[in-house]
């Protein structure tokens, strides 16, 4: 039963920060699926569609709908790889120069989500997360 809780709990926390997140995005024209495309490209540079997929735990269909969202954007473009089926996707000008505005908002956002929750326990959550996630891959 505790854990019928947990993941209950967790999917409402999940949907809930997603749509907070989607809020404070809305206004720029990003949702929060695309902001994590965005996020993943800049801290680990270009990558494939596929490992996008993998990293992020997206099927390929809505993963292909984000990056078309983007592309139309001109926040991120696609480069054929070695491969003709291949294809890298790495963040134009325009979104490194967009970014910081973009990340401000997040960061904003992820502070007052967490303004109740004491340093501590912060720690506590990222450390258990972390961790859970390492057994789970």
Not at 79 to 88: A, L, S
Request: net charge positive; charged share 25%; glycine share 2%.
């Amino acid at each position: 039963m505790l854990s019928h809780e947990l993941f209950h709990t967790l999917h409402q926390l999940s949907r809930h920060l997603t749509n907070k997140l989607n809020e404070a995005l809305k206004p720029l024209g990003l949702y929060s699926a695309q902001w994590s495309v965005i996020y993943v490209l800049k801290t680990k540079g270009s990558l494939t569609q596929k490992e996008l997929c993998e990293y992020l735990f997206v099927e390929a269909p809505p993963m292909t709908r984000n990056i078309q969202r983007l592309v139309k954007q001109g926040y991120v473009s696609q480069i054929q790889g070695k491969d003709k089926r291949e294809k890298f996707v790495q963040l134009t000008d325009i979104a490194l120069e967009e970014y910081p505005k973009w990340e401000h908002i997040v960061n904003t956002v992820n502070h007052e989500l967490m303004k109740n929750l004491p340093s501590d326990s912060q720690q506590e959550l990222l450390k258990l997360q972390k961790s859970w996630l390492n057994q789970i891959l």
